[in-house]
């Protein structure tokens, strides 16, 4: 057995031990019986490499239901439901604009300043709590849906007074509770009064990189009309936010939203661009590969640092080291890798977090059907670049629909020629866009030339899939389509990559 099977095998049963306690009620009986187990192979066969591997499998294991242990214990210790609040709070992500409110995350910061009688008091956190919440030193996380006309920016000082309430779920579908708990937020801050008490107590570095893009954007606005506008700026720092609600179901139904969300794809455009300049700035290819990693991180930054950016940038990362170095059919440990280190941060995602799942399960199928497509169709026809786009998007398709089917009950069934017809002229999109913001900043004339360039392929995306939605046949709505069918479509397709596999190599050999 390899260092690297060793690895991945530790890897998935982090993983593994995260998903049995995300999932299912996991008693003290099932660690104890574990710890036995693990136990009884080092007594028996510590000589013996299998028989190590066997055991740390079942400490990495039982880490993962441990730490996942960890975060699900805050859930069991709500004790604010209902109370008043008159504090101070600092802003500490940046405000997330809806049509009629914005979405503003807080964190109360402790202080001993005088409340009414029955308010709750800010200060300390182990006071705050009675103890029971959770651990001195941690602090309260809030989420206030604030008026949209409000300037709000991230590292501002909010004066708020508002009633704390456990977030409840409105719908079977959807665990809204739990989503909100993955950020660490436990408690909506309701019927909030704000007022601003100070600014710039965030980081200096990061609210100069905030406030460049949000100027980026303003200067993309002031060049390009709307709805292009939006899906303008939605490509280059992502977010779906920006669009209208109508523009936004024609995405969904043409299963084009993830070109403005932050995905991999996303980053791994931008990482070309960069290796490219770096390239053309005299850099060898392996420095212009570690420009571009620093140029995503800077990217990652600048879009606020939401999980989804930074699940986008490693994925991303790795998809194009991958193709760079000719080992994307060979990449199964850095992803899986990626993913545990993720969930050792945040065990939470695992179930909560359905980009989480969308993002790795999208990277996963194009690594691990890379092999089939390279052998079988790309080498043997090109087709302009649009065999890989074919390849891309089926690969990812296969791999996140269930997901898809479970959570949003929807099938689009023009998503292949959608990407087909889209993704070829994405990343030169891309490009004008960020022209166009850019050159806004250094002569307004070359910016206007910049987003008429810019306009015609924006023009066109929306068009071809506002065209491709209202086809009566687009979509269709998939009920029912619970877990158990899920898990049965993963064990028969992996199933059928380890027989196609086989195959391969067998066919190899003769």
């Not at 000719?326 to 695992?350: E, K």
């Not at 993002?359 to 890989?388: C, D, N, Q, V």
């Amino acid at each position: 057995m390899t260092k690297s099977k060793i690895f991945l095998i530790l890897s998935l049963n982090f993983a593994a031990g995260v998903f049995v306690k995300s999932f299912f009620d996991v008693g003290l009986a099932l660690i104890y019986f574990l710890l036995v187990l693990a136990l009884t192979f080092f007594i028996l066969g510590y000589r013996n490499k299998f028989a190590r591997v066997v055991i740390f499998a079942v400490l990495f294991f039982i880490a993962g239901i441990w730490r996942t242990e960890m975060d699900l214990k805050n859930l069991e210790r709500l004790n604010l439901d209902g109370k008043n609040i008159s504090a101070e709070a600092e802003v500490v992500k940046e405000p997330e604009q809806k049509e009629k409110y914005q979405k503003v995350v807080v964190e109360i910061i402790p202080s001993v300043p005088a409340s009414p009688a029955g308010r709750l008091r800010t200060s300390p956190p182990s006071q705050l709590y009675n103890g029971t919440q959770q651990k001195e030193g941690e602090d309260l996380r809030l989420l206030i849906n604030a008026d949209p006309y409000l300037e709000i920016s991230y590292g501002d000082v909010l004066r708020i007074d508002c009633f704390l309430e456990i977030p409840e779920n409105f719908s079977e579908d959807f665990d809204y509770r739990m989503y909100l708990a993955k950020d660490k937020i436990y408690y909506l801050c309701q019927n909030a009064h704000i007022e601003k008490a100070g600014s710039n107590r965030g980081g200096k570095i990061y609210s100069f990189i905030l406030k460049t893009k949000n100027l980026m954007e303003e200067k993309v606005n002031q060049v390009v009309p709307q709805p292009q506008a939006a899906l303008a700026n939605g490509l280059l720092f992502g977010g779906s936010g920006r669009l209208s609600q109508e523009v936004s179901d024609n995405f969904s139904k043409t299963g084009m939203t993830h070109i403005v969300a932050v995905s991999g794809y996303n980053v791994s455009i931008i990482a070309e661009y960069l290796i490219w300049l770096g390239i053309l700035l005299g850099l060898w290819r392996k420095q212009a590969f570690w420009f571009a990693l620093a140029g995503i991180i800077i990217f990652v930054v600048m879009i606020g640092l939401p999980a989804s950016a930074v699940r986008a940038g490693v994925m991303g990362t790795l998809l194009i080291w991958a193709v760079k170095n000719g080992r994307l059919a060979n990449s199964y440990n850095a992803i899986v890798f990626a993913g545990a280190v993720m969930l050792l941060i945040n065990p939470l995602i695992l179930r909560w977090d359905i980009g989480f799942q969308l993002s790795f399960l999208a990277t996963l199928g194009i690594i691990m059907l890379a092999p089939f497509w390279e052998r079988y169709f790309i080498r043997k026809h090109k087709a302009l670049g649009l065999t890989e786009i074919l390849f891309l998007t089926v690969s990812a398709q296969i791999f996140v629909l269930p997901i898809i089917l479970h959570n949003f009950h929807n099938l689009s069934l023009v998503s292949v020629p959608a990407n087909l017809l889209i993704l070829t002229i994405v990343p030169i999109t891309m490009l004008l866009v960020f022209l166009t913001a850019v050159s806004g900043f250094i002569f307004y004339p070359l910016s206007l030339a910049f987003s008429w360039l810019a306009y015609l392929p924006l023009k066109y995306e929306i068009e071809i899939v506002e065209a491709l939605a209202g086809l009566k046949w687009a979509s269709l709505e998939i009920e029912n389509f619970g877990w158990q069918g899920a898990v049965a479509w993963y064990c028969i397709l992996f199933f059928g990559i380890f027989f196609l596999k086989r195959r391969m190599k067998n066919n190899k050999m003769i």
